[in-house]
Each structure stands twice: as structure tokens, then as C-alpha cells.
């Protein structure tokens, strides 16, 4: 299983000399899960290390063993060529292990200054003096050519830049090993462009950088080699540029390239032919000050409406006129032919149309509830409070999404803010199905989830859409967004700039041209 | 239950760090000292016990003219304004929220209530018993109703938005009463707190039956666990179709009501409305009570048994120092004492750092178990 020999010596161009960190036979158990089981880890001066893996597969696990978060069965980590093992992050971050995490670990409300330097405050005579910690901050910004103010409020840049703010900080310490865990799961284009210049740069430095992500994309454009995790076990360590995508993917979910082939070489969907029919959804100059532009949308049961634009460009704002999670203050709304004023998500949801956010965390999941108890709150809640769901029919519903979603692990009771990105997801997608619903409104419901389940998300979308639901389909990948819809509206910019059947001909750099010129050809 | 009587180390490692396993209720002593309630459980019995080397008769129930009197059935009447005020304040606190207004609450419907009957000719009447307190619920829903909308439609902060009625209710009541100290002579109103039905005292009947329908309500239908989604994650909730803002308002509507209740109960117990004094510092007893009963200030997850608990803890507690033979000057120091201390031993933090000194103790065979 283990073809470790495949690169009995990764020294290559960019990784001379000795390992900073050596990770030899790691082993964690967690009670009834081995989540580790001798894994090997090297990590070198001036490379970007990718680690590969479904989730669940071991990456945090490993990270958090390396930085002390966990403390290790069995296995040695060698930094710097002693032995060490860090009692927490705090104290890997002396020893010059940064990590900066999937979601921004910062203060909202302070200053950028007072965030890249927080806890390294420039003192003086027992105080803090300001002027030199602003000074300072500007230093580390610029270091990785990041030109902001440091005296503005953190609330007032945009996520990408607030992620360069949190490397900044994880370089306040002089950082020579920096951990990205997901960095880019929000960011737009552009916006991982720049922070791949970050990278570069660091990288240039001689800082060691690993790198986490599911955008296989990326890992390809940025890293020099890859450690691949299955199932906590360690499957090998390859030179990217000597790793085709197809055998990295069939490394990492261990089975044949089956599910990638459904993936990839899947046909398009068959373009409607129903024409004639009452969209089940039709919004006429739908629109919100601020949020986004009127527009016309029609959706038709059996049918996949993808979305497609940078982030930003009003996805979201759009799906959420059509689940009033924001009343809109222009234009129509028809279900099914009647015109329908929708002043809640409750009111929605009565109308059959439900919608699932693009953040889980925040905006789907119940946490301290339980899975059986967060998949049975969408019906409750159209039922309201009077009438409980009764015991026997929440089980069915439970057991069958369970089974039929392959929720991980299949305990019922299991609290729902302890399982994986991806179970999650199916817990919230189980939640509006047990809805019956007419009208599927699903915001990036693959961000951040392991190809594996992605493949089955898809799957069960297409599935729904073939027995006669309405799909509105949003996520940042083209590729998805193509392979799976029916038609494509194109957004940019707060506004829909155009609509076009998904046809053989039409590829991402088409829907790209679409976004770029703003649908003016 | 009957399976593993013995504490085994094997249950003993972290369930905290092992994702989606909550603990199995089995039968073991490291799972009762475990158990949430275990501490305040353990308060309850030390302070009555203290009570009883002190003085010997306290437990002792004597039946006199076909009524229960004697400590428990004290404590249990006694109990019955907290309660009653502490239950609508844990679901307030499961919304995520805080209601600072029920001492106020209380002296509105004391002052209501017999403003009405001090002012009609037949005081003595039920059915001006009756139509005051009506009123009096009235007046107090009126109040929940201004919180609730404050709260979950004009959006201001639980703390600063009950403030409002919690300073300028006292004031109302003493509008009310004209200032003065209203004393009435009812004895159908004097029943409420004084009387006795089936040998126990009405007041505790009182707040039991408002008990038993709270935690019907809530539990037998979807409300409990629509109040814990609400104070989990209000926005995910709202987006699911619960009806958040509803809720929300509902809780504190609810919570005014029973502080009403109480503020008749009390009112009742000394025939007067005292505007200034009545229910005063009330809502910090309330608060505490909730959080002994092991439901958390940061909203969620609400347990109405432990509240109950919390509320005995703390009446036992005022009526021991009394037995106790205390002096005056130290009780609040002793009630800190006591509550600190329940606090402490209920705290995540101090509760792994005992189990980890006495995992220390037992070292070799939980290495093997790990």
C-alpha cells in the first residue's frame, strides 16, 4: 500500500539540506478511531508541501500533532534536528511553527496593526507604544507586499486581504515553518493569486510552507511536493511535477477512477425540453438596494439553473431573494404561476422552496444539536412548535438520510458541530430533502468537502433534478457549475449579465469571456 | 443497569476529546460524580444535613390540623417565587438572552393586585381576588410584550432592554400604589401564599403545576428544542424556517407572566405591596439558580430539573443560615461561599483538572485502558 519509494529522495532543486521538521511513525488513537497509524512526515526549507487527503484521512490530525495540539501515541517529530514535542500552538509558534487557519482566526473589530502584532506589541516604559507597533505592522505588511493602512478597522477589507493580515501575524514570529490550512476555500481568482505571490515569496525566503487544500488546481500551481494521507495512513510522498492529477485523486480516494470518470467525462445534462411548461419559479425584476440588481429568472421543475460568477458578484444575494432570507424591495415573484410575496425563509418554505447556505458553519448547522435533531429542524419548523415530528417518523426520516446520504459516523445522536465539512453538508442537504422540497436553492454545498463526497453530492443533484425537482445550483467551480446545469445565468458585479442553455459548445472559458466582458460581446 | 456495577477505568479517558460519542448512561460512579446536577445535588444534602446536626427537628414533618408543617415543606413553599421566576428565566437564557426586569415585574403585579382590591368594596370576594389578578397578568404580559419586541424586533441587547423596565418598573409601581405601602385584608388572596390544599402549602402547588406545564410544553412538543436551535445559532436557525423572532419574543412574554405569578405569591405572603422591596435583587437569585442548574449564559441547551435544583440550593441555603445561627452580617459572605463553590466544582476547566490528578493517581491501568 505504501509506495513511499517512489521518492526515496525528494532533495530536488528547491529542497537542499536536511528536513526542518522529521516526522517518523505517528500514531494517535482517539477512542474507537485510529486517526493516525505510523505516518512519516518531511518537511523542507523553502518548499511548499501540500498534504492530500479526503477529509478524514489524517491532514488536521497530523497538523495538530505537529503543532501539540494533540499529543502523540507513538512516533518521533524532529524540528530542526531535536526531538520535540510542543505542549501546545503557542508553544510550536516560539519554536517557529506558524499556523494560519480555514477561517480567520483574528479580531474583527481591532485595527490591522493591532492584529498583525497582537501579543508583540512594541513596549515602552510599561506601556504600549503605538506609533512603533504601527510602524512595525506596516514592516511585516509590506514584507509580503500588502499596501494597507494599518490603522484601518480589520471589518473593512474583504476576506482575502484579511487572510494576508493572518499570515502577516504568523510572520510576526519569524515564522520558518507556516501551516495554511485551507487558506483559499473563500477566496476568489484573483485573490489566490495574490496570495500565492505571498507564498512565492515566503517561499523564496526559505520558509517551509505547508499547504492544505482541496482545490486540486492549486495544490498543482503552487506546490513542489505532496504527502498523500488515506484513512490515516500515509499512501506516499511525491514530486508534484511527477504526480499526474488522475493518479493523485485515485491515491487519495483509494478506489478505481470510477468516481472520477462519472466527474469528469459525465455528459452535460440534456438541455429542458419542457418550454411550455409554468416555470415552478419565475422572479420578473427581482431585486434589493445594495444586494443586487433586478433580474429575471425562470426555473423549471426538472431543471438545474446553475449560477456562475466570481465571489462576490451576487450568488448568494440572488438565491436569497428567492428564500426571502432578504426581502426584496423590487420586482415579482411567481411559484408555479402565482404571484407570491416570500417575507421569510419561513414563507418559503411553505412554498416548497428551500435553500441551503454557503455557510455551514454559521448559517446551517445547529452545533451543540444533534445530527437526528438538525435534520428533523426542517420539518419541524414547517410544522411549527405545536406539532412535534413523532418519534417514530423523525427515526425513519434520520435512518434513511443517514443511510441513503452515507452520513459519517451513522450515529443519530452524534452532535452535529463534531462531524467533517463534508457530513455536515449532508446533514443540512438531509435536513431540506426530508422537506420534500419543489425548489432546491444550494449555495457552494461542495466547498470545502472531499472529492469523494462531492462526487456523490453531484450525483444526488442530478438524480433530484431527473425526478422532477428545481435546482438552483451555485458554487465557484465552473467546471461543477457546468457539468451539472441545464442552463447558466452569469453574474458580475451585483448583476445578472446573461443566460445561455448549457450546450456541448459551451466550456468555462466561454462562461469566463461571459464574466470578464459582463455579458457585452 | 445491572450490568457493570464497577468503575472501571476504561470510561475514565477523555470523553471530551472523542467527537460524537456523548457519554453512555451507564451505571457507574465516575458518571454520577459526572453527572451536571451531581455537585448542586451534593449542596443540597450538605446544607440539610448541617441544618439537622444544628437543629434536630428541622427535617421533621408533623401533620397539624390536616396540614404538612416543618423544614421541607418550608423550603418548598419558600421555593415557590424563585422557582417560578427562575423557570421563565431559563428559557430566556437558552434564547441567548437576559431579563434584568423580573424584580420589577414582581412589584407591578403585587401592586396591580391590591391597589384593585384595596380600592373595591368587597375585598374579601373571590371574584375581586379573581379580576385583580387577572389584571395584574395583565399589566405584567403588557410588560413581556414591550421586552420581547425590544429584544427580538427593535434588536437591542437582551441586558440593556430589560434594564429598562427593571429601573423604571419600580417607579410604575409606585405610581401605582401612590407611593404609599399598600396593606389589604383578603382572605381568599392571603390563601395564595398562606394557605394549604391536600395538607401542602398552595404556593408550592403553585409554582409545581407552572413546573409540570413548562416542562410539558416544552418538551412533549417541538418548543424545547426550537428554544435551544434559536439560542445556538439564531441566523441558521431563521434560515431553517424556524420562526426565530417569535421565539424569542414568546420567551420573554412568558418569562414576564410567571415573575407576575410570583409577584402576586409574594404580595400575597405579607399582604402588602412594597414597591421598593418587593422581588428586589430577585433576578440575580433567578440567574444563579439557572446556572447551577447547569444551563449555560451562553444560551442553548436549558434543563428545567436543574433549575429546580438551583432554586432548592439556594432557598436551603437562606433557610440554613438562619438555623445555623449565622450572623446577619456575614450572610451574604456565606451565600458567596456556598455559590462559589458549587460553581467551582460544576466548572469545565476545575472538573478536567480533577480528573486528570485522578487519572495521575491511577496511572498504570489507564495507560492500559489507552
Known amino acids: 500500500m505504501t509506495d513511499a519509494a517512489a521518492t526515496t529522495s525528494p532533495a530536488g532543486a528547491t529542497s537542499p539540506g536536511a528536513p526542518v521538521v522529521e516526522m517518523t511513525g505517528i500514531s494517535i488513537t482517539f477512542p474507537g478511531v485510529k486517526a493516525l497509524d505510523g505516518v512519516d512526515f518531511r518537511l523542507f526549507p523553502g518548499e511548499v508541501h501540500a498534504l492530500m487527503g479526503e477529509n478524514g484521512a489524517g491532514k488536521s490530525t497530523l497538523i495538530k500533532a505537529l503543532t501539540g495540539v494533540y499529543a502523540i501515541d507513538s512516533g518521533r517529530i524532529v524540528v530542526d534536528g531535536q526531538e520535540r514535542a510542543f505542549a501546545g500552538p503557542a508553544e510550536a509558534q516560539t519554536a517557529g511553527i506558524s499556523t494560519v487557519y480555514q477561517e480567520v482566526n483574528l479580531c474583527d473589530n481591532l485595527s490591522v496593526a493591532e492584529n498583525v502584532m497582537l501579543g508583540h506589541e512594541v513596549r515602552r516604559a510599561g506601556g504600549i507604544d503605538w506609533r512603533a507597533t504601527r510602524a512595525a505592522a506596516r514592516e511585516h505588511l509590506r514584507a509580503l507586499d500588502v499596501d494597507i493602512n494599518p490603522s484601518s478597522s480589520l471589518s473593512s477589507h474583504s476576506l482575502a486581504v484579511q487572510q ?18 485551507e487558506p483559499t476555500s473563500s477566496l476568489d481568482a484573483d485573490e489566490v493569486a495574490k496570495l500565492f505571490d505571498v507564498v512565492r515569496t515566503l517561499r523564496a525566503r526559505g520558509v517551509a510552507i505547508l499547504f492544505v487544500s482541496h482545490f ?3 495544490v498543482y500551481a503552487i506546490s513542489d511536493r505532496m504527502t498523500v494521507l488515506r484513512n490515516g495512513r500515509l499512501v506516499g510522498e511525491y514530486r508534484t511535477a511527477e504526480l499526474e492529477r488522475v493518479d493523485l485523486v485515485q491515491k487519495m480516494i483509494g478506489r478505481s477512477l470510477e468516481v472520477l470518470e462519472r466527474l469528469e467525462e459525465a ?199 431527473a425526478d422532477g425537482m428545481a435546482v438552483v445550483f451555485i458554487s465557484a467551480e465552473l467546471e461543477e457549475v457546468l457539468r451539472l446545469s441545464h442552463r447558466l445565468a452569469v453574474l458580475r458585479d451585483r448583476r445578472k449579465v446573461a443566460e445561455l442553455a448549457n450546450t456541448d459548445d459551451v466550456t468555462t472559458d466561454v462562461v469566463v469571456d461571459l464574466i470578464a466582458s459582463g455579458g457585452q460581446q | ?29 465516575g458518571g454520577l460524580v459526572r453527572h451536571r446536577l451531581f455537585w448542586p445535588l451534593v449542596a443540597l444534602v450538605v446544607l ?28 418548598l413553599r419558600r421555593s415557590a417565587v424563585l422557582l417560578l421566576v427562575a423557570l421563565g428565566m431559563t428559557l430566556v437564557i437558552a434564547t441567548r438572552g437576559i431579563d434584568l426586569s423580573v424584580g420589577a415585574v414582581m412589584a407591578i403585579a403585587g401592586a396591580v393586585a391590591l391597589t384593585q382590591i384595596a380600592t373595591s368594596p ?50 410604575i409601581a409606585m405610581l401605582i400604589t401612590g407611593g404609599q405601602i399598600t396593606t389589604v385584608t383578603s382572605a381568599p388572596y392571603k390563601t395564595l401564599a398562606s394557605g394549604f390544599w391536600l395538607g401542602l402549602p398552595v404556593a408550592a402547588l403553585i409554582a409545581a403545576f407552572f413546573f409540570a406545564v413548562t416542562a410539558a410544553v416544552t418538551r412533549r412538543t417541538a418548543l424545547g428544542v426550537l428554544i435551544e436551535s434559536v439560542g445556538i445559532n439564531p441566523t441558521a436557525s431563521r434560515l431553517a424556517g424556524v420562526r426565530a423572532r417569535t421565539i ?78 449565622i450572623p446577619v452580617s456575614a450572610v451574604s459572605l456565606f451565600k458567596a461561599l456556598v455559590v462559589i463553590a458549587v460553581c467551582l466544582l460544576q466548572s469545565p476547566v476545575v472538573r478536567r483538572k480533577m480528573r486528570a490528578r485522578r487519572r495521575a493517581q491511577s496511572a498504570v491501568p489507564v495507560e492500559v485502558a489507552a
Open chain 2, 248 to 325: 424569542i419574543w414568546t420567551v420573554y412574554v412568558v418569562c414576564a407572566l410567571f415573575a407576575g405569578i410570583a409577584g402576586i405569591l409574594q404580595s400575597s405572603n405579607i399582604m402588602a405591596a412594597d414597591s421598593n422591596n418587593a422581588g428586589l435583587f430577585i433576578e440575580l437569585d433567578a440567574i444563579l439558580a439557572v446556572v447551577i442548574g447547569g444551563t449555560s449564559l451562553a444560551g442553548g441547551k436549558f434543563s428545567l430539573t436543574g433549575t429546580l435544583v438551583g432554586v432548592l440550593v439556594i432557598t436551603t441555603l437562606t433557610l440554613s443560615i438562619t438555623i445555623l445561627g
Open chain 1, 164 to 181: 494576508l493580515v493572518a499570515i502577516s501575524r504568523a510572520m510576526v514570529v519569524d515564522a520558518r515553518v507556516l501551516i495554511l490550512d
Open chain 1, 267 to 465: 455528459p452535460k445534462p440534456q438541455v429542458a425540453e419542457r418550454r411550455d411548461a409554468t416555470p415552478y419559479l419565475q422572479a420578473i425584476g427581482l431585486g434589493r438596494k445594495g444586494s443586487i440588481e433586478p433580474f429575471d429568472l425562470d426555473v423549471y421543475p426538472g431543471e438545474v439553473v446553475g449560477l456562475a460568477g466570481l465571489l462576490g458578484s451576487g450568488r448568494t444575494e440572488l438565491a436569497r431573494l428567492l428564500y426571502g432570507a432578504d426581502r426584496a424591495d423590487t420586482g415579482s415573484l411567481h411559484v408555479e404561476g402565482d404571484p407570491t410575496r416570500l417575507r421569510s425563509p419561513r414563507s418559503a418554505l411553505e412554498h416548497g422552496i428551500v435553500y441551503s447556505s454557503e455557510s455551514r458553519k454559521t448559517e446551517g448547522i445547529i452545533g451543540d444539536l444533534t445530527v437526528r435533531e438538525n435534520i428533523v429542524l426542517g420539518i419541524q419548523a414547517e410544522r411549527g412548535w405545536l406539532r412535534r415530528v413523532p418519534q417514530r417518523r423523525a427515526d425513519e426520516v434520520v435512518d434513511q438520510y443517514i443511510r441513503t446520504l452515507g452520513i459519517r459516523p451513522a450515529n443519530p445522536d452524534a452532535i452535529a458541530g463534531n462531524l467533517s465539512g463534508g457530513n455536515q453538508q449532508k446533514v443540512l442537504l438531509a435536513r431540506w430533502l426530508a422537506t420534500a422540497p419543489r425548489l432546491l436553492l444550494l449555495d457552494e454545498p461542495t466547498r470545502g468537502i472531499d472529492v469523494g463526497a462531492k462526487a456523490e453530492i453531484q450525483r444526488l443533484v442530478a438524480e433530484l433534478a
Open chain 2, 122 to 171: 368587597s375585598p374579601g370576594s373571590v371574584t375581586t381576588v379573581t379580576t385583580a389578578i387577572l389584571t395584574a397578568l395583565a399589566v405584567c404580559l403588557l410588560v413581556g410584550v414591550f421586552n420581547g419586541f425590544m429584544v427580538s424586533v427593535v434588536g437591542i441587547q437582551p441586558i440593556v432592554a430589560t434594564l429598562v423596565i427593571m429601573t423604571a418598573g419600580r417607579g
Open chain 1, 216 to 218: 486540486l488546481d492549486q
Open chain 2, 48 to 75: 440539610l444535613v448541617a441544618s439537622v446536626l444544628k437543629s434536630p427537628q428541622f427535617l421533621q414533618v408533623t401533620v397539624l390540623d390536616g396540614h404538612l408543617f416543618g423544614g421541607p415543606v418550608d423550603i
Open chain 2, 1 to 29: 443497569m445491572s450490568a457493570d456495577p464497577t468503575p472501571s477505568p476504561a470510561t475514565a479517558p477523555d470523553e471530551a476529546t472523542l467527537p460524537g460519542s456523548p457519554a453512555q448512561p451507564r451505571f457507574s460512579v
